[in-house]
T-cell receptor
Framework: KNQVEQSPQSLIILEGKNCTLQ??????????LRWYKQDTGRGPVSLTI?????NTKSNGRYTATLDADTKQSSLHITASQLSDSASYIC?????????????FGTGTRLKVLA | NAGVMQNPRHLVRRRGQEARLRCSPM?????VYWYRQLPEEGLKFMVY????????ESGMPKERFSAEFPKEGPSILRIQQVVRGDSAAYFC?????????????FGSGTRLTVV
């Protein structure tokens, strides 16, 4: 069982609509939790980073939330655009892993249609 | 600032050949991390290097894989005698200080296909 699981695996929405992506993790305790956007054929780009004590973090139309009690995080995308089509990856850094051994989820593939 | 540069973008090797993947970190970054992404799986940490030193290679297979980050030039991930299971996307990231809290930036990756 993966320590960071994401759902859904893939999602198709119409341009302008909102969507929410889920991340369930078993890594505990952790230093921080990140959401990355990975365009096809590109490396991941950081969207948000939250410590275990933060509940929410926004970056433009992207808002990440964190519930440490249920070990869940979500990424909400508002007013989606065609350029939002990408994979979104939830990443957790265990406290026992130092500063760089992040654990990556397998991602949610989002497709935004015109 | 050109960002983290990886080359080649795509590499095809026959079984038994050697694969050399290059990563030039961002200007001012002296810390490099290599990751492997197998199909349908998340990125997995392989190795962490600073200039001329391997700091942590705990995620790298002991056989056939090696990495270096010389004083001059890019970091190199070398895979000897490649097998089909080595087919994956290999990403490197760089940072100015150790760890992901300091401008951790990924390159676009090298996609290795072993035929």
């Amino acid at each position: 069982k993966n320590q960071v699981e994401q759902s859904p695996q893939s999602l198709i929405i119409l341009e302008g609509k909102n969507c929410t992506l889920q991340c369930n993790y078993t890594v505990s305790p952790f230093s921080n939790l990140r959401w990355y956007k990975q365009d096809t054929g590109r490396g991941p780009v950081s969207l948000t980073i939250m410590t275990f004590s933060e509940n929410t973090k926004s970056n433009g139309r992207y808002t990440a939330t964190l519930d440490a009690d249920t070990k869940q995080s979500s990424l909400h995308i508002t007013a989606s655009q065609l350029s939002d089509s990408a994979s979104y990856i939830c990443v957790v850094l265990p406290i026992t892993s130092g500063t760089y051994k992040y654990i990556f989820g397998t991602g949610t593939r989002l497709k935004v249609l015109a | 600032n050109a960002g983290v540069m990886q080359n080649p973008r795509h590499l095809v090797r026959r079984r038994g050949q050697e694969a050399r993947l290059r990563c030039s970190p961002m200007k001012g970054h002296s810390h490099v991390y290599w990751y492997r992404q197998l199909p349908e799986e998340g990125l997995k940490f392989m190795v962490y290097l600073q200039k001329e030193n391997i700091i942590d290679e705990s995620g790298m297979p002991k056989e056939r894989f090696s990495a270096e980050f010389p004083k001059e030039g890019p970091s190199i991930l070398r895979i000897q005698q490649v097998v089909r299971g080595d087919s994956a996307a290999y990403f490197c990231a760089s940072s100015p200080k150790e760890g992901g809290n300091y401008g951790y930036t990924f390159g676009s990756g090298t996609r290795l296909t072993v035929v």
